[in-house]
């Protein structure tokens, strides 16, 4: 079998720093000479997450059709404590074990061997992309009230095209930017709502939020909603080689991308439900928009509007850095071949961005529907695994150094995977046979795929290398 070109063995503070770079944080004066690309500090890594979760409420609304004001109200504010919380607390804990892109194929390949963990980055790259490829057309859908043109056919293709690659190149002139533009956007994104619940004091009538109908209630409807707006907390692990001072940092935003979500989404549902006379039907995608309207006139709308389309272009910068220093971090331990490890002058996995780039484009084509459910689906496979990881390595390696530790034993691991579990299993069990299928398929794939490429680096088809023994898993490959 060919062999793979080793670097030598390094510590851990080595292998956070390469000697062949320097780091700053964002925001430090520095020459250019003496740094290759920068680091991200705390508060852009708040809004990187912050778009990798939320984005904002735009999205949410279908709760309230789904279950009315109460259900939706109490959904956004108690489901981040049997989902959010715990998968928040397992990042951090995980992330900074093994701070290094890559994130949760690191974690499944340490508990469970490389052939696994190379089925959680293919499920997980896979459910990136497709959520990836909603944005660019959720961002059209905003602008063709504006611009008819763009509602179909040869117009609508050439915008999603141009978008894409516009944005593409945005994340390939690295974090520093993208960072940067998502702290802009998401402020520019949240405060319009704090402007409507100003505006709709004199309005709210408390007993509205308390409205509930036990038996008008799409289930199905209201958990892939909050599924859907409430996940995603594990993809900033990913980018964990590139945050400066992982270990303190990383543990930090993502307690505050907690609160800045469950704010983003309780604050506006709260003026939105108890400010206007309810019907259920009006609350779909958008409706935000109508209701700013109602309340703060054409500006509010305009503003509020604006704030959802730029919000799509946040969420598709930090997904598609999430996913490319993914299969950066995967082809550095030898699973890919080596020219997705390498990096740009700006510092980002070029060959990452264009193969996501790729994905997103060849999927732009699906409905929201249909993008949502096959996301949902390969996601929840992938959480699955993430938390066996979790409880594996909790009890084969319980003297490993972690930084940031849940204070819990092996049994409080297991207890607090169990709701996560659960819910998982429940929204599963709402896919359609379509997205079943189609699911399964893709997983498939991942399962014959990684064969194909230790055959292709048996036979010198493709270069692979990795650095020695970064953690013990990699001699699974020998």
Not at 277 to 287: A, E, F, K, S, V
Not at 447 to 472: G, I, Q, T
Request: proline share 6%; with cysteine.
């Amino acid at each position: 079998m060919k062999q793979r070109n080793l670097l030598t063995r390094q510590t851990p503070a080595e292998m956070v720093e390469p000697s062949s770079a320097e780091y700053v944080e964002l925001g430090e004066r520095s020459s250019p000479k003496l740094v290759k690309y920068q680091k991200v500090s705390i508060i852009p890594l708040v809004f990187l997450i912050f778009y990798e979760v939320s984005g904002g409420p735009f999205g949410v609304e279908d709760s309230v059709q789904a279950a009315g004001p109460l259900l939706a109200l109490l959904g956004f504010l108690l489901v981040p404590f049997i989902w959010s919380i715990p998968e928040a607390l397992i990042t951090a804990e995980l992330g900074t074990m093994f701070p290094e892109n890559g994130g949760y194929v690191v974690w499944v390949s340490s508990a469970l061997g490389p052939y696994w963990g190379f089925q959680q980055g293919w499920m997980k790259w896979l459910s990136g992309v497709i959520d990836n490829a909603l944005y660019p057309v959720l961002f059209l859908d905003y602008l063709k009230s504006a611009i008819p043109a763009l509602e179909g056919g040869l117009p609508r293709t050439i915008a999603v095209l141009v978008l894409t690659l516009a944005l593409t190149y945005m994340s390939y002139r690295g974090l520093t930017i993208v960072g940067w533009v998502a702290i802009l956007l998401g402020v520019f994104s949240l405060l319009p709502f704090i402007f409507m619940g100003i505006v709709a004091i004199p309005k709210l009538k408390p007993s509205r939020w308390l409205v509930v109908e036990l038996g008008y209630i799409d289930w199905g409807l209201y958990l892939n909603t909050l599924f859907w707006n409430l996940n995603y907390w594990d993809s900033i692990s990913t980018l964990a080689g590139e945050v400066e001072n992982p270990s303190k940092t990383l543990p930090k935003a993502l307690f505050y991308a907690v609160i800045l979500v469950v704010f983003g989404y309780f604050f506006p549902l709260l003026i939105g439900t108890g400010a206007i006379p309810l019907d259920r039907q009006l609350w779909t995608d958008g409706y935000f928009s109508d209701i700013a309207k109602m309340l703060g006139g054409v500006w509010l709308l305009t503003w509020i509007q604006a704030a959802a389309a730029l919000s799509n272009m946040g969420m598709f910068l930090a997904e598609m850095s999430s996913d490319s220093f993914q299969l950066e971090g995967m082809a550095s331990q030898g699973m890919l071949p080596e020219l997705f490890a390498k990096r740009s002058r700006y510092g980002t996995p070029l060959v990452g961005i264009l193969f996501s780039a790729s994905g997103v484009l060849l999927l732009s084509w699906l409905s929201f529907q249909e993008i949502v459910a096959a996301e949902n689906f390969l996601y929840c496979f992938g959480m699955i695994m993430e938390f066996i990881a979790f409880v594996k390595l909790r009890i084969d390696r319980p003297a490993e150094s972690r930084p940031f530790k849940i204070p819990v034993g092996t049994a409080g691991a297991i207890l607090m995977c169990i709701l996560p579990t659960l819910l998982i299993l429940v929204v599963l069990a709402f896919a359609s046979l379509k997205v079943m299928v189609i699911s399964t398929v893709a997983v498939m794939i991942g399962l014959v795929v990684e064969p194909c490429l230790r055959y292709s680096e048996k036979k010198r088809w493709f270069r692979f290398s990795m650095n020695a023994d970064l953690h013990d898993f990699h001699s699974g490959y020998n």
